[in-house]
C-alpha cells in the first residue's frame, strides 16, 4: 500500500486549503483513514479520521468546524478541507489507512502513512 499525499502550500491567516490523500493497493472506501500532522518540535497529533464503511468521522476539537474529511471513491482519493486556517495550523500533514471499522485516533492505529505535505499559515 502506497499513500501519495499532496495540496500542502503557504496560505494567508484565514484562507483555505484542500489536502489529497491517494492509495494505490487499498480501496479508501472500505478501510479508515487519518489525518494527522506534525509542527517543528512537537509531537505527531491527531486531526481527523473516518471510516466509511463503518460511518464514523472524528475531529481534534482543534480542528472541528473547520476542516472536513470527504473521499471520491472513483480517485481512491481522500481529502481534508481545511478553512479558516491559523498559524498554529502550520505543520506537516499526513494521511495514514489501516482495516479498522473504527477509525483510530492515534498514531499506532495506523500501519500505512504517506510521505507528508506541509501547510503554512502566515499571520
Known amino acids: 500500500v502506497q499513500l501519495q499525499a499532496s495540496g500542502g502550500g503557504l496560505v494567508q491567516a484565514g484562507g483555505s486549503l484542500r489536502l489529497s490523500c491517494t492509495a494505490s493497493?487499498?480501496?479508501?472506501?472500505?478501510?479508515?483513514v487519518g489525518w494527522f500532522r506534525q509542527a517543528p518540535g512537537k509531537e505527531r497529533e491527531f486531526v481527523g479520521s473516518?471510516?466509511?464503511?463503518?460511518?464514523?468521522?472524528y475531529y481534534a476539537d482543534s480542528v472541528k468546524g473547520r476542516f472536513t474529511i470527504s473521499r471520491d471513491n472513483a480517485k481512491n482519493t481522500v481529502y481534508l478541507q481545511m478553512s479558516s486556517l491559523k498559524p498554529d495550523d502550520t505543520a506537516i500533514y499526513y494521511c495514514?489507512?489501516?482495516?479498522?471499522?473504527?477509525?483510530?485516533?492515534?498514531?499506532?492505529?495506523?500501519?500505512?502513512w504517506g510521505q507528508g505535505t506541509l501547510v503554512t499559515v502566515s499571520s
Open positions: 473516518s471510516s466509511w464503511i463503518g460511518g464514523y468521522t
Open positions: 493497493g487499498r480501496a479508501f472506501a472500505t478501510n479508515s
Open positions: 495514514a489507512t489501516d482495516s479498522h471499522v473504527v477509525p483510530s485516533k492515534t498514531v499506532s492505529g495506523y500501519y500505512y
